[in-house]
């Protein structure tokens, strides 16, 4: 995985990350149904994805096979918010995130059991 997920490029990824094994030729299909994208523009986006290694093309029929799991990208871009906005400080992270919406019992058990498994 090399770089950053672009927006238009963790859509396709999540078609990808819901389907496995896909071929090109469905993926634009399911982007044209929920995105409103032409052909063109996912196969674009496809080939950003294969060239910074989030996917790998088989052929033949273009089946694109995901690299990545969505957990590394989502723990990659994670990081990546917690450096660029918060200057590193996961407790600030945590702080701004909890300051606006008050959380259920649940969450807040579910949440205590993160911390105590760490």
Sequence with gaps: MRGKISDSEA?????IWANGSISAKKISLIAAETIGWNKNTTYTVLKKLEAKGFIKRED?????????SQNQVR?????SLVKKVFGGSRQALFSALLEDEPLTEEEINELTKLIDKR
């Design 11 to 15: 859509k396709i990824m999540e078609i």
């Design 60 to 68: 033949p029929g273009f089946n694109c096979i995901p690299l990545v």
């Design 75 to 79: 723990k990659a871009e994670v990081s």
